[in-house]
């Protein structure tokens, strides 16, 4: 075990046995960013839900793009369907490795040159505004997604129906405002949350069907307030809620805050799960610091969002799966073996430091390339050609790293450098899992956009919006509304916002009020509802005589709760024999 000093914000990391041993599996040096610095660096270039329009670069065509790519870069890009078209050729774009110069800013030149895709939308069907999306269908706005169907204003959820405004939830139907939730019906306005009916403003509940207000239930019905009541009652007291009216939902959502911080708090969200830390796991063995995880995951470290499988993966995610050997990748996976420092590569073996890649194999520093073998900078080469050219590179990458305007040292082994991304920080998902201000990211030499001011004229102020579903025509399709965060210093607000006639169905459908915030706005309220990316050692707080303890419980754990936070967070023995 050694203690290193981070190159990026010069605090101390360590690094384990276990790790060394990893990095001398897949041949790379011990990393000089702290985990957390890994992950930022990682999340610096991926942007899942800022979407600008830019003209679209294909010969023949001048059409106005959808893209996640900011007008402002350089760069050439085309609409989807003419990048997977057959009248270009990554190949084309190849370029002799030039010893002379450092590996990133042949990379980066490379990247430059080459068309990239406007959105990574695949497979997509009235869905033009999705991006990282796989299987779409009449949705909108939705990113990091898999076979959706009228989903609109959501992130991290694959397999719902008719549903808005969620963020990792999965197989789940007629939803609205829920936060990692599953395998839901008609469930509204809650937290952690699996398998629950026609139920609203619920925390840790499982299995339950008509209930509203409740926490810390198990397969119970017609509860309110966590009080248990006849389904004569049950109805009765629901009836004197106007669940359309947005007043009152404001009401309940702060009333819903109280319940869920005098509520019991399991230390991690962990099923099926051996010898692993993190939270929200399901079916992972020997995975340590790792978030948002689930299927048949084993040996991994550092790695969130991650589904299906995976095994031997470091610092990974978001969006990878069935991949082995993986490290500083991202968006991966579907049969990967030996991922490293790689994004949108599918279906490949032996790929380093490579972008958009498909079906191919020995891939270094590559961009867009379909089923190829033995290719450096996009050149191809024989296999002899490749194995005696690839570790010259790797050797002169270490004595002549790219150094950023920081001057922090980018070797072998490295992630990209932030600096040199598509993407400025708060138009990433660095902002939405590590926010900071303008000021700091210039002190950490990350690149900023300023939000420029909306072109749109406001035609009512979103204060002025009828306060009940009831009273909302179709005429508020034409107006541009003015987002109730427009004033306030928020890094997400977009300053205004429009209804479409299919949104406003839906919230028929569903029976809610009209959001009086940008869709941006709301996502940034979501995100707040889950715990942060970190763990800290804490003991149980549990005090009670009939736990098998006398005195206060003294088991310890690492969790996702802050001990500075109020919440009252139990191990499991303890949360079990509560909840259970």
Same mark, same amino acid.
């Given at each position: 075990m050694e203690t290193r000093n981070c190159q990026n914000c010069k605090k101390d990391f360590t690094i384990e046995v276990e790790d060394f041993n990893f990095y001398q599996k897949i041949k790379v040096p011990a990393p000089t960013f702290c985990p957390d610095c890994r992950t930022i660096r990682r999340l610096c270039w991926r942007n899942e839900m800022s979407l600008f329009k830019r003209k679209c670069d294909a010969p023949g065509h001048e059409e106005m793009l959808i893209t996640c790519f900011p007008p402002e870069e350089k760069?050439?890009?085309?609409?989807?369907?003419?990048?997977?078209?057959?009248?270009?050729?990554?190949?084309?774009?190849g370029k002799e490795y030039d010893f002379s110069k450092s590996f990133f800013e042949q990379w980066r030149d490379l990247r430059n040159s080459i068309p990239l895709q406007a959105l990574s939308n695949i497979k997509?069907?009235?869905?033009?505004?999705?991006?990282?999306?796989?299987?779409?269908?009449?949705?909108?706005?939705?990113?990091?997604?898999?076979?959706?169907?009228?989903?609109?204003?959501?992130?991290?959820?694959?397999?719902?129906?008719?549903?808005?405004?969620?963020?990792?939830?999965?197989?789940?139907?007629?939803?609205?405002?829920?936060?990692?939730?599953?395998?839901?019906?008609?469930?509204?306005?809650?937290l952690d949350c699996k398998s629950c009916v026609d139920s609203f403003?619920?925390?840790?509940?499982?299995?339950?069907?008509?209930?509203?207000?409740? *926490?810390? !239930?198990? $397969? /119970?019905?017609?509860?309110?307030?966590?009080?248990? &009541?006849? =389904?004569?009652?049950?109805?009765?007291?629901?009836?004197?809620?106007?669940?359309?009216?947005?007043?009152?939902? *404001?009401? !309940?959502? $702060? /009333?819903?805050?109280?319940?869920?911080?005098?509520? &019991?708090? =399991?230390?991690?969200?962990?099923?099926?799960?051996?010898?692993?830390?993190?939270?929200?796991?399901?079916?992972?063995?020997?995975?340590?610091?790792?978030?948002?995880?689930?299927?048949?995951?084993?040996?991994?470290?550092?790695?969130?969002?991650?589904?299906?499988?995976?095994?031997?993966?470091?610092?990974?995610?978001p969006g990878i799966g069935q991949v082995e050997l993986a490290y500083e990748s991202f968006d991966t996976g579907i049969g990967n073996f030996r991922s490293l420092f790689t994004s949108v590569v599918y279906s490949c073996n032996d790929v380093e430091y490579s972008f958009n890649c498909h079906g191919s194999s020995n891939l270094f520093g590559c961009i867009g390339i379909r089923n190829k073998k033995y290719c450096i900078l996009n050149k191809e080469y024989t296999k002899g050609e490749y194995e005696i050219l690839l570790p010259k590179i790797k050797e002169q990458m270490m004595q002549v790293p790219y150094i950023d305007k920081k001057g922090i040292n980018y070797r072998y082994g490295e992630f990209f450098p932030a600096e040199l991304s598509t993407f400025c920080y708060n138009e990433t998902q660095a902002q939405d899992y590590f926010p900071i201000d303008k000021e700091y990211a210039s002190k950490m030499g990350y690149r900023w956009r300023d939000k420029k001011i909306s072109e749109y004229h406001i035609t009512i102020e979103s204060k002025d919006l009828p306060d009940s579903l009831d009273d909302v025509t179709d005429s508020i399709t034409n107006e541009i509304i003015g987002c109730e965060n427009k004033d306030k210093m928020s890094n997400y607000c977009r300053g205004a916002y429009k209804i479409t006639i299919d949104e406003l169905n839906l919230y028929r459908k569903l029976g809610v009020p009209l959001p009086r915030l940008c869709f941006l706005c709301r996502h940034e309220t979501r995100l707040k509802m889950r715990n942060p990316m970190k763990l800290w050692n804490r003991q149980c707080m549990c005090e009670k005589e009939n736990h098998q303890h006398s005195g206060k419980c003294e088991i310890t754990f690492e969790t996702s709760y802050d001990p500075n936070r109020p919440e009252i967070v139990y191990c499991e023995k303890c949360y079990q024999a509560e909840v259970y």
């Open positions: 760069l050439t890009v085309y609409d989807s369907t003419s990048w997977w078209g057959d009248s270009w050729d990554a190949i084309q774009y997509a069907t009235n869905s033009d505004y999705c991006n990282v999306a796989e299987g779409s269908k009449d949705s909108y706005m939705c990113s990091g997604t898999w076979k959706i169907e009228r989903t609109l204003y959501s992130n991290r959820v694959s397999e719902t129906k008719d549903s808005s405004d969620l963020y990792i939830v999965y197989r789940s139907e007629l939803c609205y405002e829920d936060v990692i939730c599953s395998d839901c019906y008609h469930l509204m306005y809650s403003f619920l925390y840790d509940c499982v299995g339950c069907t008509d209930c509203f207000g409740c *926490s810390n !239930l198990r $397969n /119970k019905s017609y509860c309110m307030w966590n009080e248990q &009541l006849s =389904r004569e009652e049950y109805f009765r007291h629901l009836a004197e809620y106007n669940l359309k009216n947005h007043e009152t939902i *404001s009401i !309940l959502k $702060n /009333k819903f805050k109280e319940i869920c911080l005098q509520s &019991l708090h =399991r230390f991690s969200l962990q099923i099926k799960s051996v010898n692993s830390t993190g939270d929200n796991l399901e079916g992972t063995k020997n995975c340590k610091v790792c978030f948002d995880v689930s299927g048949k995951m084993e040996d991994l470290k550092y790695v969130h969002w991650t589904a299906i499988s995976a095994k031997d993966a470091y610092d990974s995610g």
